[in-house]
């Protein structure tokens, strides 16, 4: 019987290879509902082409999961908008497919406590947690010694330290990966990267302390798994977003797919390098923000999502974004985090912070 699949988000990068993927094996998947806040035109195509029903609209997430029945729910929306439709779907009982961190920089604990209640699986989108989840495979997790995240770099790797002029096309400018304007902007300024240092902290429960990154230009080495026996895993794959949802689509099984791939002696070399912390400030903010604890990593979620609007509606200076977050982070009263409801109010004083 095909896996019933709830999409949230879409029409963006990884609804629309979500999409694909489903189309290429219509045996095994079949799609009931689509989500999306804006682009209603091309949500309802969508849904016609797959015979699913649509969702838009500002609560269309949480009313696509609470008005479906599915096996598993895709939540690939914007920042912090994908946390109400996850928890909606833990309660129905629906593994999830994560793509969007913030629900994990937010609220992870309360997430992943849920998922464990209700029986659900939390399955990664990412193509780094994927990476992980891959070579976790039948190794105890008391044996991790320690995670290795990847990162491309964005379009700043070898350009000068001082990015105050950077335009929105030049971040937007992503040299390996298609995605939305908020990821790609944090992939630039490796916001991004600190985000999936908290989320792969959550789904693997390991501490942050053993979670490292490394600047992989090439971006085939998607992450990498060190065993407490001096074994190091890796999983490789040429750029493909498709590889890592399929795999959270099918696990624990594989389906064979046209993919292109891997070529290692025609890609001659692999790089690897340390990230440059003068270069990427965001994720000496992340760690701040851990060492802060409570609600610090829902203040610095919701921070990086209005800075980097402003900056996408021309408001702000790139280099801007860092110095908002840093500014919330080191103004922001500490709240405990022991609910979702102060993690709303920790948002909700970001959002008057910044009005103010």
Excluded at 211 to 236: C, N, R, Y
């Amino acid at each position: 019987m095909a896996k019933k699949i709830v999409i949230l988000g879409a029409t963006g990068s990884i609804g629309r290879n979500a999409i694909d993927v489903a189309l290429s094996h219509p045996d095994e998947f079949k799609v009931v509902a689509l989500a999306v806040r804006n682009s209603r035109e091309q949500c309802e195509a969508l849904a016609r082409e797959l015979g699913a029903k649509a969702y838009c609209g500002e609560d269309a997430a949480v009313r696509a999961v609470e008005e479906n029945d599915a096996d598993i729910c895709l939540v690939a929306t914007v920042g912090m908008s994908g946390l109400k439709p996850t928890m909606a779907a833990i309660e129905k009982g629906m593994d999830v497919a994560l793509a969007t961190k913030e629900v994990m920089v937010m609220a992870g604990e309360f997430v992943t406590r849920r998922a464990r209640e209700k029986g659900v699986r939390l399955l990664p989108v990412d193509s780094e947690h994927s990476a992980i989840f891959q070579c976790l495979q039948g190794s105890p997790r008391e044996s991790v010694e320690r995670l290795v995240l990847t990162a491309s770099g964005g379009p700043f790797l070898d350009e000068p330290a001082d990015l105050s002029a950077v335009t929105v096309e030049q971040a937007l400018n992503h040299p390996r990966w298609k995605m939305g304007p908020k990821v790609t902007i944090d992939s630039s300024t490796m916001m991004n990267k600190g985000f999936e240092i908290l989320e792969a902290r959550w789904l693997f429960d390991v501490p942050v302390e053993k979670i490292d990154v490394v600047v992989h230009p090439e971006s085939i080495v998607h992450s990498l798994v060190t065993f407490s026996d001096g074994a190091t895993l890796a999983q490789l794959s040429p750029p493909d977003m498709r590889v890592a949802i399929q795999y959270a689509l099918t696990w624990p099984s594989r389906l064979a797919s046209k993919r292109e791939q891997l070529d290692l002696a025609a890609l001659g070399s692999l790089t690897f390098r340390a990230p440059d912390p003068v270069r990427f400030p965001c994720l000496r903010l992340v760690k701040e923000a851990c060492v802060r604890g409570g609600c610090a990593t829902a203040v610095l979620a919701a921070a990086d999502e209005l800075a980097v609007q402003a900056f996408l509606d021309g408001k702000i200076k790139y280099t801007d974004i860092a110095a908002t977050v840093a500014d919330c982070l080191e103004r922001a009263p500490e709240i405990p985090c022991d609910s979702l409801d102060a993690v709303w109010a920790a948002t909700d004083w970001v959002s008057k912070h910044l009005r103010a």
